[in-house]
């Protein structure tokens, strides 16, 4: 059964960075592109990026360009999410997901999310 | 950037009844439209891709219809592990990938 299984809960102090890992397992990682999704307390869902783990491309969403890297290792068939400049309005929760379609060049063709990592707590308060 | 709007905010039913859920697009989307369903403390689990399609393991109670502007997700008889969040999510006008607020289907 396939499974994204991310790092535990962070507390960091504004202006600071925080780097979230989620490994994958029981698929082929290069095949499937990744997206990070953060969730801030009692909201909706806010799309942060997506990465290629076949050849590390990415795109990030506007609202966090400059701010945001999006990374893959695949001799551990890890994915990893750096956000820094943290502010209290970061605070969230923050979701890996795999594209449900295989071999994707971009987020256009995701199809949605079929698997999802159980999600990181980062909270940022000084 | 396409904005999805979700109607209503929330929904009160009782078990048995029938769901429907709007999803409605700022702009056409075509049918790359998906849903989720979110129970709290959980992640988002994906209901229904490209409109229509039902993802693995989903049962036949659920079902997606809609294209353009305008979606629906139906709950034809609904169970009790059925109250939850749900979001649809398009990936058509991108950047962004963008989400609805959501829409609460609580018990009556």
């Known amino acids: 059964q396939v499974q994204l299984v991310q790092s535990g809960a962070e507390m960091k102090k504004p202006g600071a960075s925080v780097k979230v890992s989620c490994k994958t397992s029981y698929y082929t990682f290069t095949s499937y592109g990744l997206s990070w999704v953060r969730q801030a307390p009692g909201q909706g869902l806010e799309w942060m990026g997506w990465i290629s783990a076949y050849n590390g491309d990415t795109n990030y969403a506007q609202k966090f360009q400059g701010r945001v890297t999006m990374t893959t290792d695949t001799s551990t068939d890890t994915v990893y999410m750096e956000l820094r400049s943290l502010r209290s309005d970061d605070t969230a929760v923050y979701f890996c997901?795999?594209?449900?379609?295989?071999?994707?060049?971009?987020?256009?063709?995701?199809?949605?999310?079929?698997?999802w990592g159980q999600g990181t707590l980062v909270t940022v308060s000084s | 950037e396409s904005v999805l709007t979700q109607s209503p905010a929330t929904l009160s039913l009782s078990p048995g009844e029938r769901a429907t859920l709007s999803c409605r697009a700022s702009?056409?989307?075509?049918?790359?439209l998906a849903w989720y369903q979110q129970k709290p403390g959980q992640a988002p689990r994906l209901l229904i891709y490209?409109?229509?399609n039902r993802a693995a393991g989903i049962p036949a109670r659920f079902s997606g219809s809609g294209s353009g502007t305008d979606f629906t997700l139906t709950i034809s008889s609904l169970e009790p592990e059925d109250f939850a969040l749900y979001y649809c999510?398009?990936?058509?006008?991108?950047?962004?990938?963008?989400f609805g607020q959501g829409t609460r289907l609580e018990i009556k």
């Open positions: 702009q056409s989307v075509n049918t790359y």
């Open positions: 997901a795999r594209d449900r379609a295989k071999f994707c060049s971009s987020p256009s063709c995701s199809e949605g999310f079929d698997y």
């Open positions: 490209a409109a229509s």
């Open positions: 999510q398009q990936r058509s006008n991108w950047p962004p990938i963008t």
